[in-house]
């Protein structure tokens, strides 16, 4: 699978509220695309689904023909392309890994035990590719998706906790129907990711690096870096700084904390590179990322 560099990507969803990692956007078929016109990547989780027309969506050197009902992953890091699907009615839902927050599920992380993070884990099916959701189905589907952007519209009293509702049943379904298509693979999950987010969650803030994780989860650097990719479409030193920006959007919203010491405290020695990620991450400086603008 083609993939870019970290640096070149953009790690927030567009249009998030700040502090909620989760957007979803309606394409007419006829208005601009989400993220690009051409060839790019993101490093957020992002799910297509065709409402209505048909096109080519290019992942990779994989053409994948959109038609209604038709679902796409796209993984962190993973080029792809939608100049094809001009006049393809669609929902496009992104999200960071800390979409569901610490308060709902007692870590900002996914672990492999959690059933909606299933379909993420890439063990059994490294290639980009189409998921039907069947006709009876799809009314629901778009009534889920219609909801989740009803919701952040609006942003009413309790939205936060509607809209994980909702994206956590699409998930779990989105899971369901990996599965049928084939109902005899292996669920894509390796004990060793669960080892590897936790060694993360519990030393991002100590500097930890690649090495340190290798270590403590007794494989070797190269071979962990392989299959953390495989399964995550992301790198563990991706997954570190990751950790340590969620971390960082989470103290900026709730602590007034100066930017050097909450540097310090994300796992940062050198308050200038912080900001240099952060900032690559987000498209705006923690200053102003606190300040809303």
């Keep these: ?27 007419d078929g006829h208005g601009s695309p989400i993220h690009s016109a051409g060839p790019h990547a993101h490093g957020f989780f992002a799910l297509l689904y065709g409402m209505g027309g048909a096109g080519t969506m290019r992942c990779g050197r994989k053409s994948l023909p ?13 080029v792809h392309d939608t100049a094809g699907l001009r ?15 610490a308060e709902a ?45 009803h919701e952040l519209a609006e942003r009413a009293h309790g939205y936060r906790e509607i809209v994980r509702a909702e994206l956590k049943a699409l998930l779990i379904r989105t899971a369901r129907l990996m599965k049928r298509r084939a109902p005899d693979s292996p669920e894509p999950v390796s004990p060793l990711l669960g080892e590897v987010f936790d060694v993360i969650e519990a030393r991002f803030a100590d500097r930890v690096s690649l090495t340190d994780v290798a270590r403590a989860v007794g494989r070797s650097p190269a071979h962990l870096t392989t299959v953390v990719r495989e399964q995550t479409g ?33 796992g940062y020695r050198d308050p200038t590179l912080f900001i240099r990620h952060f900032k690559r991450a987000h498209g705006v400086t923690p200053r102003r990322w606190r300040n809303g603008s």
């Design 105 to 149: 599920a007692g870590w900002l992380f996914p672990r492999p035990s959690c059933p909606e993070w299933l379909v993420f884990l890439r063990r059994s099916w490294d290639e980009p590719q189409v998921i039907e959701v069947p006709d009876e189905l799809r009314d629901d589907w778009n009534r889920q998706l219609s909801t989740i952007s």
């Design 234 to 266: 992301m790198t563990v030193q991706q997954w570190i700084i990751e950790r340590r920006m969620a971390e960082a959007r989470q103290r900026l919203m709730v602590s007034d904390e100066n930017v050097n010491v909450l540097a310090e405290r994300v």
């Design 66 to 78: 959109i038609a209604p009902g038709s679902l796409v992953i796209t993984a962190p890091g993973e």
């Design 1 to 27: 699978m083609q993939r870019r560099a970290l640096h070149n990507l953009i790690q927030y969803p567009t249009g998030a509220p700040l502090g909620f990692p989760i957007s979803v956007t309606w394409i």
């Design 87 to 101: 006049g393809v009615s669609r929902w496009g839902l992104d999200f960071t890994p800390d979409a569901f927050g």
